[in-house]
């Protein structure tokens, strides 16, 4: 289903549903035998399937799922580590190429470990009581995706870092490098 096909087909039925598409968010969840193609691939395939219709309209929100940089490292985390670091370089880049379309393009991340799907049942409980409630990224999610954020591109957003009163606290820059990439999109 994610092949090129798939991904035209999903943005099509977005559009006959809902007229327009606004946001797109890369949230894919798999385990390690697809990683490459959730978290890299099809990230891709549904931006460029997307952003003309953002574009043409002059607004958009793309997020990226990410995760901690030191976990994108850690051993025994290939390929999945280094499939979200290619994810937060295409952040990087997509951020650039769609500068002042009034399209933005951030990643999202917990900020930690997170029980998600991903967390087998079996997993003990003491540490499981540590993970974070992945319900942490909705505040961030719901700022990035909205009008308020409309200066915000090529940033990474933390969720446990979040504050209501100050947003910017959560934000640093995506990828490596330590140019800004905070821009004004509009």
Known sequence: MWGVVGVIRVVAAALERFGHLDILANNGGRGMRIV??????????M???????????????????SMNRSAMRRAG?????????ALECETVIWAQ???????????????GATLTGMILSAFPESPRSRLLDP???????????SSAADA???????GNRWDDGNPLVATENAGWGDEATRQRTT
Do not use: E
């Open 36 to 45: 490459v193609d959730i978290n890299v691939n099809c990230p891709f395939l």
């Open 47 to 65: 931006a460029r399937a997307a952003t003309p219709h953002m574009m043409r309209a002059r607004w958009g929100r793309i997020v990226n799922t």
């Open 77 to 85: 985390f290939s390929p999945y580590g280094p499939s979200k670091a």
């Open 97 to 111: 190429d769609l500068q002042g379309t009034g399209v933005t393009v951030n990643a999202l991340l917990p900020g």
């Open 135 to 145: 319900a942490i990224m909705v505040p961030p999610l719901l700022w990035l995706v």
């Open 152 to 158: 915000i591109s090529g940033c990474r957003v933390i």
